[in-house]
């Protein structure tokens, strides 16, 4: 499957007539002619560090989760998915890396008791 990133000002056709698929990676929006993605592809795309972590924005009361490289990711399903990476640490629990990498690129993070 090959992925390729598309100019958000494309008249949103995909591969032969198709509709493309837009995310949202650390803020960019992003569009890939493809409906499934791995995790792999998606940092990939987004011209990421590949060795970073990759997580899905939960929706409404739903959990951030956590996207492995080879874990698929149907954009069919919801619209318009929204995505964040962060760095490999070696401290720390995962969800203070988490949280203190989206503080640094400049994420609102709220605390909820």
């Known amino acids: 499957m090959s992925v390729k990133a598309q100019d958000k000002a494309s008249n949103g056709e995909g591969k032969a007539g198709g509709k493309n ?8 929006e992003l569009e890939s002619a493809e409906s499934r993605l791995t995790g792999l592809q998606i940092k990939t795309l987004a011209g990421v560090n590949t060795s970073f972590g990759l997580y899905l924005e939960g929706r409404g009361h739903d959990s951030d989760r956590p996207i492995g490289d080879g874990d698929i990711v149907d954009l069919e399903s919801h619209g318009k998915e929204r995505f964040y990476t962060a760095p490999p640490a070696t401290y720390g629990s995962g969800a203070q890396r988490v949280r203190q990498a989206r503080i640094a690129r400049g994420v609102t993070v709220s605390r909820t008791a």
């Open 21 to 28: 698929f837009k995310i949202v990676v650390d803020g960019r």
